[in-house]
């Protein structure tokens, strides 16, 4: 008996649970681009173009591999435009002895898992769905961690992991005598950074056939198709990932929150991509890390801040997703109303900070991580953006966002809006924050140094008011208090002033 296993667009490993016990004689893998995963949000046209290649190229390493592969494009007259609608069109043209069971790794979003979960009534095979095992932590053993817990501390979680899986470990102890060297990770950009050169693959014709269907079929979507870079085979993102090793990981502790204009790849590593499709595996990035600082070639606050990215935020948020889901994405703590700004989309804002982070977005479908969480997603946190707009144009806009990875990093961490499950404060901040991580501000048309009037910078008086419009939610919060001290310690006219310039800015804000 035959057995059908589907594999998605983000589950791009030869070793995904869904394979590992595959008979190569007689089984069949189903990988299908399907209209209703390319448009369900308006995807990138980059992340599209991406998608698509590496799954093209993934199957032609299958069947090297020597696994049967059926593979469906999108432009097949015959296409459904559905996983459900292809997966009966396969059992029901199959060959010889039918299927006796379909098997699929459980998806990364939770609204295909209760598909996967309905297909049982609409075939008489069975259906297996199986756990993830590229993770290092399971979403039952998160799940249990997280048992009688008042608050689910990323740190915390985080050491566990390390002991777990022995990550820079001397017996029980962290190596260097610490867990986290976050705070020698904020230093402000220099004059004279020498930034080595992103990673970029040579456009072959299976991806050029992608990129020309991408810009025919999705021309209305966000984003530039070209230049593309990514890396689209397993054996280019290993090369992307000892690139990053090699050239960028060295300096990555110090300027990882550090941005410049025309810098949008700064030093970091930009393999979220490959992780989150599957073609590179978190213990392998992981390990890597940790052998070049062994061997001298990295320091230890870079290595362990790149380790603590994978093993402790990606790890974590899937746990938080999985654990608070469906109603986490329904959370709106502020009560948050506003439309979100067309500049999301067209770059058209006097806040240079702001163009900048758009423009690169649109153009690289990539911004690193403060880019994300303190321009963009400060700003969207202050003047109160409707949290399932600003979640859509976070899944749309980036290449490497899956509704997993995406959800409690905007929910949670940009926007406050879980009312602190994820998060121990809010990440607002007033201009002086962006001033120092950043060059933005020197060619900004507002002045970063003025706190008031119509020439001063938007986040700072937005600062003070998002805090004095929340004090019912926020006042108790022990984080918060000397900021509260500070705002009490203004004077009437000061606070009027700010009141002033917010409403104006917030009335004009379309």
Known sequence: MKTLRLILGDQLSASISSLVDCDKENDLVLICEVIEEASYVKHHKKKIAFLFSAMRHFASELIELGFSVCYIKLDDPSNTGSFIGELTRVVNNVEGDSFSKIVVTEPGEYRLLNDFQSWQKEFDVEIEIRSDNRFLSTAAQ?????SGRKQLRMEY?????????NILME????????????NDN???PVLGLVIPPPFRSNIDSVTQEVINLVSERFSDHFGDVLPFQFAVTRKEALVALKQFIDSRLCRFGDYQDAMIEGEPWMYHSHLSFYLNCGLLLPIECVRAAERAYYNGDAPLNSAEGFIRQIVGWREYVRGIYWLKMPEYKSENFFEAKRQLPDFYWTAETKMNCLSQCVTETQQNAYAHHIQRL???GNFALLTGIEPNQVNEWFLIVYADAYEWVELPNVTGMILFADGGYLASKPYASGGSYINKMSNYCKNCQYSVTKKN???ACPFNYLYWSFLAKNRSRLGQNHRLAMMYGVYDRMSDDKKMLIER?????LEALK
Do not use: C, E, I, T
């Open 157 to 165: 979680f985080y050491r566990q992991m390390r002991q777990d899986h």
């Open 186 to 188: 904020r230093k402000s």
């Open 142 to 146: 998160f799940s249990d961690w997280a």
């Open 501 to 505: 310039d917010s409403k104006a800015f």
């Open 374 to 376: 303190m321009v963009l």
């Open 171 to 182: 017996d029980d102890s962290p190596v260097g005598g610490k867990w986290n060297y976050d």
């Open 453 to 455: 009037g119509d020439n």
